[in-house]
């Protein structure tokens, strides 16, 4: 008689801790779910209350899964791991800067490598230019010496003096200038250097007064 009451004593310490163990669960779940729904820093949360903190953490996880199962940092396609992290630091607003290295593959022939010039290059060690050409097969192709140039930065995004300065530059430099999307003004002419024409998805600049092209 006495195991048997020790043995329903136990069993009924049990049931009671399995009860605790779920009301607290159904509780934890409940508040996160409140977090979750109300936060608004991660949609994912907001959208998938409780289910999606699972997202992260696997995110979390699969960093060292890939690192013995599954493909390196810059193997995925089209958009490797590496490519994904700057973008998702980038829009959080974090440091998308790495130290230590680059995880890129340095060693195909035409990689661009910034290096170290403590003293300056002697004349008599200098490598001329190799000219690249931009659509060998086209009607009129393109040939630079430079393999930098001036990106897009629209009209109305930087100034006059600031363009005048850019197209006078790049006619020196010897590289070409990009409009942007701000459309193509006098001053970008000013300058003399070649001109990159971009068209914007609004079209800025190559409409007429009708709206066509």
Known sequence: MEEERIVS????????????????????????????RTQTTQAVRRNFPVIGRFRYLFER??????????AMDREEMPFNRAERSWVYRAAKGEDTMVAFGSTRDMRPVGSVI????????LEQDAVDTTDVTIGPYCEKPYTTSSVF??????????SRPAVAALSNGARM?????????????????????????????????????????
């Open 61 to 70: 996880l699969g960093e060292f899964f890939r690192q013995y199962f599954f």
């Open 149 to 158: 140039h001036i990106s897009a930065m629209s009209y109305g995004a930087v």
């Open 114 to 121: 910034f290096v170290n010039c403590p003293y300056p290059t």
């Open 9 to 36: 004593n136990l069993l009924d310490f049990l049931a009671q801790l399995f009860v605790l163990a779920v009301g607290v669960g159904v509780l934890v779940v409940a508040v996160l779910y409140v977090i979750d």
């Open 173 to 213: 430099a010897g590289v070409w200038l990009n409009t942007g999307e701000g459309g193509l003004s006098p001053t970008h002419l000013e300058g003399g250097a070649d001109i990159v024409f971009q068209f914007g998805t609004a079209k800025y600049g190559v409409r007429d007064s009708d709206g066509g092209l």
